[in-house]
């Protein structure tokens, strides 16, 4: 028996596979131009990644606005003891780094400082949080029909543990894949198979960008929003179709499906910038919204320096 299955509408997450927001400099009206930086780290990173621009003055006489790009700063790193530098990537238009010359360990604080080509300085600190392992995947499933068809559709949440006697701040997202092609060798041998990927759509994600903040349920056990997965579908002519959909599942319509989740504990700084900007952007061009001040911990700048620590779990679907 055929069965044939569509992705719903899914929203890009950025968070899931970085967990960072920047907000565009031209949005940072501020009465000078100052120093913008925004870099995110994590026990978890590989490479290192700094992005440092230029806030555009609410007032410029400049008959020429210069790039809000900054190629040409020195950025450093410290944990105390040890301290590195980055270097420039002109194709990213970012600063990066080697994770491996200064690992990012839990509960260390960094220092960020960037300094500009005309001398101006500004620093950043950040204090790496504990990681919060997931306790729990769950993979429910409805069955409806329409005129021509059955359908089956999956959904996913899931649950972890928050530690006692401290405030804790979190962003989750996920992603489905499956392998949807083959790439043979020249003598017609399979070498190895293209996943497809789709970020999970978490029904929170345009509303609270999948933040959760712990101070009202401390020491409790939190849970995700749910996510649609994927819909299978039968259609109504084959032979014991309305049979036949009871038993669909994601793994034997899709070879290799899988669900990898992923949670952040954040420190505060990084849940107070990334909602203030979501608040920013949801506020958009219109006049009659509040302004929202975007918050910043870099001192004699703007932007944002914080760390996370990730924890993820891969599903293989059956």
Not at 162 to 170: H, I, L, R, S, V
Not at 278 to 288: D, V
Request: proline share 6%; net charge positive.
């Amino acid at each position: 028996m055929k069965s044939l299955f569509y992705l719903l509408p899914v929203l890009l997450i950025t968070a899931c596979t970085n967990l960072k927001t920047e907000v565009n400099p031209s949005m940072l009206n501020d009465q000078s131009e100052k120093i913008v930086v925004n870099s995110y780290i994590s026990p978890q990173d590989t490479l290192l990644k700094v992005k440092v621009s230029r806030s555009k003055p609410a007032v410029s006489g400049a008959a020429v606005v210069p790039p809000f790009n900054v190629n040409n700063a020195t950025v450093s790193l410290s944990d105390g003891s040890r301290s590195i530098l980055f270097t420039y990537n002109n194709t990213a238009e970012y600063y990066q780094a080697k994770a491996t010359l200064l690992p990012i360990q839990t509960g260390k604080t960094y220092t960020l400082t960037v300094t500009s080509a005309d001398g101006k300085q500004v620093t950043a600190q950040s204090t790496v949080p504990n990681q919060v392992p997931i306790s729990s995947i769950s993979l429910d499933s409805t069955i409806s029909s329409t005129s021509t068809e059955w359908q089956k559709s999956f959904r996913v949440h899931f649950t972890w543990q928050d530690p006692t006697a401290e405030t804790n701040y979190y962003m989750y997202c996920g992603y489905f894949a499956w392998n949807s092609k083959i790439a043979p060798t020249a003598n017609g041998k399979v070498k190895s198979t293209v996943p497809a990927v789709a970020p999970l759509p978490f029904i929170t994600q345009a509303t609270t960008d999948n933040l959760i903040c712990d101070n009202l349920q401390q020491g409790g056990a939190l849970s995700t929003q749910s996510a649609d997965v994927v819909t299978l579908t039968i259609n109504k002519q084959e032979a014991n179709a309305a049979e036949a959909i009871k038993h669909l599942s994601v793994g034997k319509s899709l070879p290799g499906a899988r669900l990898t989740l992923r949670l952040a504990n954040t420190d505060a700084f990084f849940y107070t910038y990334t909602s203030a900007v979501l608040r920013q952007k949801q506020a958009g061009t219109n006049p009659f919204a509040e302004p929202v001040p975007i918050p910043t911990n870099v001192k004699g700048g703007l932007g944002c320096f914080a760390a996370y620590n990730r924890t993820e779990k891969v599903l293989l679907l059956k």
